[in-house]
């Protein structure tokens, strides 16, 4: 119990202090024992704005779906490219889209939002007030909603499964 009230969010502490090594790009006492600090007294200032912690579904589905971003991350870095380098402007058909939501947890839209943000090409623009929609710009949709349909069976199913 005492280690709970300490650091109420070990996996963020322990991030925050590998996020600052990294940052810093040198393993030292000093600096491990800044990072220490700041990933003690980070999550402790912070944790009464976490009401809850969010359910996490299991490590298959985790990792199922991180090796589907990674994947669509770099197929998407080749597409930009290709559309970049060998196709006019004036021929992208750049398109913000609509994806109609049927996630409810505040982190798995979360996680939607920045995953489509991450995957060049697409940039999440906007959470509707009810938080029923995404709005997506798309760099080149010839066909929105095959990008709808790619959102929500590719990302949002296994999203799903994991937070809710």
Known sequence: MMLK???????????????????????????????????????????????AAPKVGNAYAICEYGLIVLWDILVANVVVAGLILFRKAESLETKCVVVPLDLTSPEAITTLAGTITMTPGTVTIDLSADAKSLLVHCLHAPDPQGVIDDIKTRYEGRLKEIFE
């Open 5 to 51: 009230r300490c650091l109420p969010h070990p996996l963020l502490s322990l991030a925050l202090l590998v996020v600052w090594v990294l940052l810093v790009n040198e393993i030292s006492a000093g600096v491990v024992v800044f990072g220490a600090i700041l990933a003690i007294v980070v999550p402790l200032i912070t944790s009464s704005f976490w009401p």
